[in-house]
């Protein structure tokens, strides 16, 4: 099918690993090894060792990358200029099950995207097995990467060993963020995953996806997802208290809990109760993010 299915994961971003990785272990979270990524810089260039890496959150349902530089000298991907925007999400990717028809789609959309940019990296320390990617981003989108994904070794990246949260988060809901022009930001996010937007109660818009099985991990189920694209003053009617650092801003992220967000209550975390009867930790305790914890 040649539309975004599902929201795959968003990524947190910082100059510095280990404090954002401090911070989401004290939220609850397992996470997987270091690795440091390696791609392409353009679909006609051979792969070469990018300068960042991450940690990530595994769900049942999609996934948290945290981001970082791990050598200033390589390839940042764009991360450097993300961050000095602000630090905190800047990743949006939507799970496809077919790269190649997403690709033809958006060429015909007049989106100028020359082919598929692949991404890869180790799935751990010695181990020689490699985690590959099939990307579309959104050329030169302001509100960060946007991209398209399609897991090409979903085995590899979903382990057990790497998915049991002490928080019990299990699927990723819903991408909240600004814009000054939320149309403009809609219109765009609408082009590029084929699914169309509608007005958000809040204020704004949103797009909902679908869902499908497996296609945001390997024992996925179909599960609706959201990106909402709200007006900046109805921001707080959300995530309360967060106002946006600059625009277009990436506020904060939904997770459902497996346990009525009993476990969540049991950490001794900084909680606001938000209006949807969520638990959200503010972004200063989560690396720039908002995380609300939905039961």
């Known amino acids: 099918m040649s539309i975004a299915l ?123 097995r490699r985690a590959r990617f099939a990307r579309l981003p959104l050329p030169d989108a302001p509100e960060g990467r946007i991209q398209l994904i399609q897991h090409m070794t979903p085995e590899l990246v979903w382990q057990p060993r790497w998915m049991d949260h002490a928080n019990k988060a299990d699927a990723l809901l819903a991408l909240v963020m600004a814009a000054e022009n939320p149309a403009e930001t809609a219109t765009r996010f609408s082009r590029l995953s084929g699914v169309p937007f509608e007005p958000d109660p809040a204020g704004g818009f949103r797009l909902r996806f679908p869902g499908a099985e497996r296609v945001a991990g390997p024992e996925s189920p179909k599960l609706e997802t959201v990106v909402r694209i709200l007006e900046p003053a109805a921001l707080p009617s959300v995530l309360p208290g967060v106002t946006a650092p600059a625009l277009p801003f990436m506020a904060g992220m939904v997770l459902r809990t497996s346990d009525g967000n009993a476990a969540v209550r049991a950490l001794g975390l900084p909680l606001v109760e938000t209006p949807d009867g969520g638990l959200m930790v503010p972004p200063d305790h989560a690396g720039g993010a908002a995380v609300v914890f939905l039961p």
Not at 94 to 117: F, K, S
Request: proline share 7%; hydrophobic share 45%.
């Open 6 to 128: 599902a929201l795959d994961h968003l990524g947190v971003c910082a100059r510095e690993l280990g404090p954002l990785v401090a911070a989401y272990e004290k939220l609850g979270f397992a996470l997987s090894p270091i690795a440091q990524q390696s791609g392409k810089r353009r679909p006609d260039l051979p792969v070469e060792r990018f300068g960042t890496g991450n940690r990530c959150a595994f769900l049942r349902h999609g996934y948290i990358e945290l981001l970082a530089i791990l050598d200033p000298a390589l390839f940042d991907n764009q991360l450097g200029g993300f961050l000095d925007r602000y630090a905190g999400l800047h990743i949006l990717a939507l799970g496809v099950a077919d790269a190649e028809a997403n690709l033809a789609r958006m060429q015909a959309a007049g989106i100028p995207i020359p082919g598929v940019a692949w991404l890869e990296r180790p799935v751990e320390a010695g181990d020689p």
